[in-house]
């Protein structure tokens, strides 16, 4: 027969006054952690007390009960109703809910107050996301639940992003199949499907960190941040209909706009608006578009402008502006770093000065009847307006040109190859385009490789012109290498710059960083001249030498020139093998870097148009061979995209782009520190 299981007996609870209660030493909890007494006092106030305290008599010397209890398990809130006793919302004698151990029990103090500390099983995320959404969906606002709990509403919004997450994901969650860092990636997107494919793609890989999560859901959407979400404003997107992707957890600076087609026609409008009121002033014609061509005005004359004066209320408050700048620049001269408030006002009236000196051109209406201006948007989501220009066929029969200016005409015409298009974007036709079976590293086709050289020929400009100690030694070596290599001509000194047409570039190259950086130095040095030509001669000889040599560097700089060609015949290939050495030893006297130039691996500037071994092979210099087995398997065009998202911010570059050196020092990782052996390397691929 079998025998009775022995049934075991609860501690008997019963009410206590506070008075007849002290904390016991016994408590194993020493260290202060989460919610403070205070909170915890006024949560009590709020509710009562939820959980009873764990008590046990206190026995005098002879072992009898003395009439006080002490608390072994629940300090915290012994300590919560001692503050509302001191602050009389409690009284002293009020009956408080107790469990009583009884005495002399084989069960220790500490075993008691560790055992509620150790048992308790902390609340899983998604079953307080679930609380909170209960509670809001029964009247509670996010402001209420988050006081209710002593947090700030962001947590309790958090929470409840993770509304958005599919229920499928939820489920996956809360069978431990996903960590909550991954959840949380996906509660920024709003579309359920979409979420669940983005799983299924990365549920197959040894990648899910949550930044991959963030970049497939996003990535046929506009960061808050591009040029023309700046233009544009996002309230006026919003006030369109356009939806926004946010990230609760992550700073996002100010998320994803996901309609980048409603975003382009907001663009087209305002600049085709902006068009309207300066065709007003009376030109010929006004282009519009995102971005021109690096280059576009090449063909085109300009008419001279008059810059506008300042007023006598311009010039009292400019010379204000300044006053006040050098008052409190001296009035905190001796300080590290200036108060907040003071910074401020700096800022402002750094812009305030500077809008006032940069003054606007004003020009003849007979000019203006024949000549027209490009809008566009500048790089920091700013228009950009181009006034001024003459096309060809308007130039009056009467104009003389400067024999210099035709000669750099004829002989950007003359540059132009057979299929090369100006025009546009800088491409031309269809992508050059690997067949799928040709797979391998095949050598870059020219074109793609002249587009890669002419990004890099602008970085190297707008490096050269930045370093008047370099530009000087380069012109210098020219000359020397000139007058004892060569047989000179019969000028006296036949050392001239002729600049270098970039027509075959990449899209991307007109709003880069090196682009917009000479343009910014163009447009200084054009305001600063003289207007009289005949003035010219004398105000250059009365610049300062550090003056002179940036003028120096700027101009030469437009002679630069590191392109790849084809080259037909083996003098021909000397030559381009030569210049790509002299520019490779140009780029690494001035530690050119086209990652930080800007430049980075697209599917439109490079990866769709090489091969999947070379896909595959910055792929594994940049992120491992790990990372690169993982996008092995796909077809051609997902594993364009693939990688483009994987080399994002890697600093991975070509080796056409690359520089000896720099890429040495590099540690942005094996992508970049990789170089040719010989300058010439580049050519020979």
Known sequence: MAS??????????????????????????????????????????????????????????????????????????????????KQKKLAKTAPVPCVVREAGSAILAEDD???????????????????????????????EIAAAFFVVPAVVKQRLRLMTVSDKLLDIYEQDGMKLDQLMAFSISDDPVRQEQVWEIIAQSHNREPYLIRRMLTEKTVRASDRRVRFVGLDAYLA???????????????????????????????????AEDIRAEGWKWVETALSFPWGHTRQFAEIDGTTVELSDEEAGRLTALHS???????????????????????????????????????????????????????????????RGFVRPEDMPVELEVDQDESDRYDDAIDHRGDGDDAEGDGREGAPDTDPEEEDGLKPLSDRLLTELTAWRTLALRDAFASNPHVALTELLHTLVRDLYWQVSGADCLEAYVREIPLQVHSPDMPGSLPAHALRQRNEGWKHDLPEDEAALWLWLDRLDDTSRLALLAHCLSFGINALHESSHGPSLARSVRERLARAGRLATALALDLAEAGWQPTVEN????????????????ARGAEAAERIAHMKKGDMAQAAERLLEGSGWLPEALRTRNVAERSEGGAGVARMPDSPDAVAAE
């Open 4 to 85: 009775a299981i022995q049934k075991i007996a609860l501690n008997a609870s019963r009410d206590i006054p506070f008075n007849k209660l002290v904390l016991s030493q016994s408590n194993v909890r020493r260290v202060k952690a989460g919610l403070s007494i205070e909170e915890l006092a006024r949560d009590i106030e709020r509710r009562g007390l939820l959980q009873s305290l764990n008590v046990r008599p206190v026995l005098d010397g002879e072992g009898a009960e003395t009439g006080t209890y002490e608390v072994p398990a629940g300090g915290r809130r012994f300590r919560a109703l001692e503050l509302l006793v």
């Open 113 to 143: 107050s560790l055992a509620e500390n150790v048992q308790r099983l902390a609340l899983h995320p998604l079953d307080q996301f679930r609380a909170f959404r209960d509670m809001l969906e029964k009247g509670m606002s996010e402001e």
């Open 240 to 274: 369109a209909g356009g939806p926004v992707m946010r990230d609760l957890f992550e700073a996002d600076d100010g998320g994803w706009l996901g309609d980048p087609t409603l975003l382009d026609r907001l663009v087209m409008e305002k600049l085709a608006a902006a």
């Open 324 to 386: 006040e700048q050098e008052t409190i620049e001296a009035e905190y001269a001796q300080a590290d770093e200036f108060p907040e408030d003071v910074d401020t006002r700096l800022g402002e009236i750094e812009q305030a000065i500077e809008a006032l000196e940069e003054r606007p051109v004003s020009f003849d209406p007979a000019d203006m009847v024949r000549a027209g201006v490009f809008v566009s948007l500048d790089t920091d989501g700013t228009l950009l307006v181009e």
């Open 606 to 621: 490079y990866l769709g148009r090489v091969t999947k071994a070379r896909i595959l092979e910055a792929v594994r210099e």
